[in-house]
């Protein structure tokens, strides 16, 4: 069986430099923004992982199993109030864990699996493909890796190695 992982090997890749970038951090350096009206680095960290369980675990019903139903809703919400506060270890413990549900969903989808199209929701209008879930997720995690990477780096700390 061909997996998906072969195409999207660069995703684990970024995975673990992002979350390399994130780990040293302290609560002070994840409260650093771009500016006063925007997000800080630790609310973009969870927002990515909120996202992550949004769309692969609510979404696309992946990673029952590998954590209790409970935790995957409470990172769900991480992309409300609750983001706040949250210290290294639990956004590197939902990157780690999201990237596992993802992972594991790479694994075993096949490039045909991928047209399969999960019906309209009242919170999403629109019919989503297992295509058009993976490279939304996959451009969603790069993008806001880029506006964590640029904070870090106007603040004089290591951005995300891209090599």
């Known amino acids: 069986m061909l997996s998906l992982t072969t195409f999207y090997a660069g995703w684990s890749v970024y995975?673990?430099?992002l979350a390399a970038a994130i780990a040293p951090l302290e609560g002070s350096?994840?409260?650093?923004r771009a500016s006063s009206h925007t997000w800080t680095v630790g609310r973009i960290a969870a927002h990515i992982v909120a996202a992550r369980v949004w769309w692969f675990y609510a979404r696309a019903g992946e990673g029952a199993?590998?954590?209790p139903d409970e935790q995957w809703n409470a990172m769900e919400r991480w992309d409300g109030a609750s983001a706040t506060g949250l210290d290294t270890a639990e956004l590197i413990r939902g990157l780690e864990l999201t990237w596992h549900m993802i992972e594991s969903a790479l694994q075993r989808w096949t490039p045909t699996d991928l047209?399969?199209?999960f019906a309209s929701r009242p919170e999403d209008t629109a019919a989503r493909s297992r295509q058009w879930i993976v490279w939304h997720v996959l451009e969603h995690d790069v993008f806001?890796?880029?506006?964590?990477?640029?904070?870090?780096?106007?603040?004089g700390l290591a951005a995300i190695a891209l090599e």
């Open 15 to 17: 995975q673990q430099r």
């Open 29 to 32: 350096q994840l409260a650093l």
């Open 65 to 67: 199993g590998l954590i």
């Open 115 to 117: 047209e399969y199209v």
């Open 144 to 155: 806001h890796g880029g506006e964590i990477s640029c904070i870090l780096g106007a603040h």
